[in-house]
């Protein structure tokens, strides 16, 4: 049986759960194989990438304080934050937005700082002062050693805008504009390695019709001047074309999008928020922390739904691109809570919990299932917004339940997915019902197997005995990420309350692999090859 079809098999447990159809098996034990002889697509380490926008604290005060403060800083950007995010390498950040990108003119960023104009933020309000512009992204994602992806303007701008900002960064040539960059500070060109055309553009891009986007995301690509594209070989510019994909599942709009503009994008996108029940005009209302008992297996189901929403829109780009050569880039999605306390609700600042964590292992376990399709996720956002990795206050840094699990997926990035064939007994939220924990393998360069395990039920551990194909086993090392209370966070300034601890629930017996994964607990472990 190939990668597929074990997939398929995977996912119909899956979906026969979601019926609820499934009986729990008897006490918590539970047998899988997991296929090691079966390699299946690569999980690209694009796949763990974040997302920062110029809203609230997400660019200044959490990244951006410039040189002149007094918080340790390298060319303006906090020291602490940067350390902290290049340890969980990330590998891309999106930017400037979101909403943000379609009333964002680059040239309002580039000039020296004192001269830079001041705007209104009218999305997320509070005021814009361009501090953090091109030279300082680049600079970012340099020091934290990402990659670039850049969202442009395509809303309250022209294909002109767009051209000018690709060669402002890409071009080697002696133009004016690449040496109005020079003039600027930078003599060589930087490396942009995706560019996203629209955002929402059935949203806050524009509020348009698939059939209107369409059209101007072909006049977009076409002045995009990609090199490798047609008639642009000789380009300087070889960053991918993102065209802005589907809310949640709306297939009608990934159809329509690529039947008229798939030769001209190298992906497209997906946003999906968690959000209480599931309603938009809901997202702001259910607390971070201090939640009910239900509000659990509420969030987590309609976290687990990005499965199926994968699904349908995996189903559509099969039709039009059955090869496979678009990718789909889930390049928003996670919690969305009420706004902490105290803080300006456009901000969008909401604390983290081990619910968080759990949230970000389900879905990397996802995408890790539907990693032919899926090459890039950026979880919003990186900074103080949303499910951040990173909360700060003044000079005070926090690393969320959200960022150790990101850490502890790290060993996933570029590595190829194993098969796992896992059944879970079903948790409820309603008349909904979900997987109880999620799992997925993957075997690295380096020759070791990863096997991760979200357990998203608050009351019970499960022992998993997965029977390994095509895996010699030697020594195991893991790391375990739980705590007493379904709510622990941690807070800027204060003792981590959450924070992974050495797993020493794994053993070997015969030619399984035995987990006994403990209750709301997300578990890695890595088997070093014999
Ligand atoms: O991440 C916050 C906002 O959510 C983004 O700006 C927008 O794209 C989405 O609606």
Known sequence: MGWKSMLALAGAALISMAGGAQAAPSANAISAVLHADQPGPVLSRHLQGQFVEHLGEGVYDGIWVGPESTIPNTRGIRNDVSAALRAIKVPVVRWPGGCFADIYHWRDGISPASKRPVRKNDWWSGLESNAFGTHEYFDFVDQIGAESYVAINMTTSTPSEMREWMDYITSSAKDSIADERRANGRQEPWKLGFVGIGNEAWGCGGMQTPEYFANEYRRFATFMHRNGSTFHMHNDNAALRVASGPNND???????????????????????????????????????????????????????????????????????????????YVDEWGTWYAPQAGTEPGFLRQQNTLRDALVTAMTLNIFHAHADRVKMANIAQGVNVLQAMILTDGAKMARTPTYHVFAMYTPFQDTTALPLEVSAPLLKSGANSFPAFTASAARSKDGRVHVAVANADADRGYRLSLKLQGVRAGKISGQVLTAAKTDAHNVPGEAEQVRPARFDGAKLVGDALVLDVPAKSVVVVSLDQN
């Open 250 to 328: 709306d297939v009608a709009w990934m159809d329509t999008v690529l039947k008229s503009a798939a030769p001209m994008m190298d992906a497209i996108s997906l946003h999906y928020y968690t959000v209480f029940d599931g309603k938009w005009e809901n997202r702001d209302k259910a607390p971070s922390t201090g939640f009910p008992a239900d509000h659990w297996n509420h969030i987590l189901y309609q976290a687990s739904r990005m499965e199926g929403i994968l699904k349908m829109h995996e189903a559509v780009m099969d039709k039009h691109d059955p090869q496979k050569r678009i990718g789909l």
